[in-house]
């Protein structure tokens, strides 16, 4: 299951995660979470221009039916006809074969060493990659 912490407020007011303020579940809804960020922000934000970032740090390991999969590859192909852009970032996984998975082009699906310092590479991927949809897109 997927559990929002932060919503809506400026990242200035966010404090920095540790054991106290993040606490892992030891699963991974992938999938769930795609759609239902997706969904949620469609219906916030119905005619902004949206770059949507998926981080992992490994599979889905809660949709055991496959239904999820579908249902995120189905939203993620709804959302790009409206001018959506999607990004993926994972690392103890083939970033390539979960893009596949969702229909997100491989060009946009980045791995990193999890790690410190290969998340701060993945970031400063996403931050390239970022800007340049934004070229296009915005």
């Known amino acids: 299951s997927m559990q929002i912490t932060f ?10 995660l540790d054991r106290n303020s993040y606490i892992p579940s030891g699963s991974t809804a992938l999938y769930q979470s795609i759609c239902l960020l ?26 055991r039916s496959g239904v ?7 939203t993620r192909a709804r959302l790009s006809e ?3 852009q999607f990004l993926f970032l994972g690392a103890n996984i083939n970033v390539e074969e979960y893009a596949d998975s969702l229909g997100i082009d491989r060009q946009f ?4 060493q999890a790690d410190a310092a290969g998340a701060a590479a993945g970031y ?7 800007r340049s949809l934004r070229g296009t897109t915005y």
Do not use: C
């Not at 919503?7 to 920095?16: E, I, K, Q, R, T």
């Not at 999820?68 to 189905?74: L, N, P, Q």
């Not at 400063?124 to 970022?130: E, I």
């Open 68 to 74: 999820w999969r579908r249902k995120a590859a189905e």
């Open 124 to 130: 400063n991927t996403l931050s390239t990659a970022t």
């Open 7 to 16: 919503s809506d407020v400026p990242l200035g007011s966010v404090g920095n």
């Open 82 to 84: 409206l001018g959506w």
């Open 109 to 112: 699906a980045y791995s990193f």
């Open 38 to 63: 997706a969904e949620r922000e469609e219906r916030a934000h119905p005619e902004e221009p949206v770059i949507m970032v998926i981080m992992t740090d490994g599979q889905d390991t809660d949709d």
